[in-house]
């Protein structure tokens, strides 16, 4: 069958050749029937399992839909190459040539195929390139920006906002969920607005910038709903827990449903956040009389030490 199907790939890409000859009564190459000769070429080459021969194929194809201008059909191509080189778990290469097809489609104007195949992307590279991903979904997230397409822009912000959390990319995770957050606000979607608010806070008490986490809070007021919500209430609790270093209430709040049952990424935040100098247990420790209880806070304050990022 494989042999059969090998064959009949050669048959096509001979055809293609054909339809490339030029004679004195063929001025010009037939670049659209060589496209398609080597579409089918690669099909069969695909179906045999000989995928570096497949994604040569799909590569001469899309070299000659652009040729005839068809630059849609040509990233196709492109990004049919990018499969191939896939399922060859040559991932990088792949994306590579799913970059170059998301660029054609914009040229040709058709900007939600270009967003489409960078979403696909970097799920491609979620599990051995995780800030690739994030790359791939920012500039996923800015073509359905740039059309308006709101819903769309902001679910692949999110998922670009899950990855820095995951790499600790704080400061830059802070910024691209305020993005999301505006758009759910301009979309009057509100009680996602809440949710986000959750996660900005939560980045910001991991950055220590406890000024930045209220502020959220306090500018979410302007939401309708969120100040009569669950998440308000639950926030204003966990700020008055790190304020006052509250380690009992802190851990309360972060580990109560509305903030364990979030996305992986920002669950994580929440039950590994710390008060800071280690709360009431440190407070309220007193040493016994003529002890070194200065060494015993020393001891504390290292453990702290670099914050709770």
Known sequence: MAAQKINEAHEHIAKAEKCLKTSLTKWKPDFDSAASEYAKAAVAFKNAKQFEQAKD?????????????????????????????????????????????????VENGTPDTAAMALDRAGKLM???????????????????????????????????????????????????????????????????????????VLVHLHRSDFVAA??????????????VSEDCVALEQLLQGYDEQDEDQVYRICNSPLLKYMDNDYAKLAVSLKVPGGGKKKKSSTAPHGSTGGATAAEEDADYEGGLC
Do not use: W
């Open 57 to 105: 194929a799909y590569l001469k194809e899309a070299e000659y839909h652009t040729e005839d201008k068809a630059l849609f059909h040509a990233a196709k191509a492109l990004e049919q190459a990018g499969m191939m080189l896939k399922d060859m778990k040559r991932m990088p290469e792949a994306v590579q040539y799913i970059e170059k097809a998301s660029v054609m489609y």
């Open 126 to 200: 979620e599990p051995t390139n995780v800030a690739k991903a994030v790359d791939l979904y920012q500039k996923a997230a800015s073509v359905f920006e740039n059309e308006d397409r709101l819903r769309q822009a902001a679910e692949l912000l999110g998922k670009s906002s899950r990855l820095l959390v995951r790499l600790r990319r704080l400061d830059e995770a802070a910024v691209s969920i305020q993005k999301e957050k505006t758009m759910y606000k301009e979309m009057e979607n509100y009680p996602t607005c809440f949710k986000k608010t959750i996660s900005q």
């Open 214 to 227: 209220d502020k959220c809070v306090r500018e979410s007021y302007s939401i309708p709903g969120f100040n």
